[in-house]
């Protein structure tokens, strides 16, 4: 998954607890790993997955987002 769509994910992740809604064991799995990750020295954003890896870019990922999203309308 690239990086903007884990951003997608996240922002998402935000208004559920913003809203204080309850949250899945998975949930819960993750966010403990990504913790645990940045505790590590694993840098934040990497933890998260947002850092675009070697080769990629933001303007990459969203021409790609912008090709999926036409070619599923043909």
């Known amino acids: 998954m690239n990086p903007l769509d884990h951003k997608k994910n996240w922002t998402a992740f935000y208004h559920q607890l ?8 998975k949930q819960f799995e993750h966010l403990a790993k990504v913790f645990k990750d940045i505790l590590n020295g694993v840098d934040a954003n990497e933890a998260l997955g ?4 070697r ?12 090709m999926s999203s036409i070619l599923h309308w043909v």
Do not use: D
Not at 50 to 53: D, E, T
Not at 55 to 65: F, I, L, P, T, V
């Open 18 to 25: 913003e809203a204080k809604k309850e949250l899945q064991p």
């Open 55 to 66: 080769g990629n870019s933001q303007k990459k990922a969203m021409a790609r987002q912008n």
């Open 50 to 53: 947002l850092k675009f890896a």
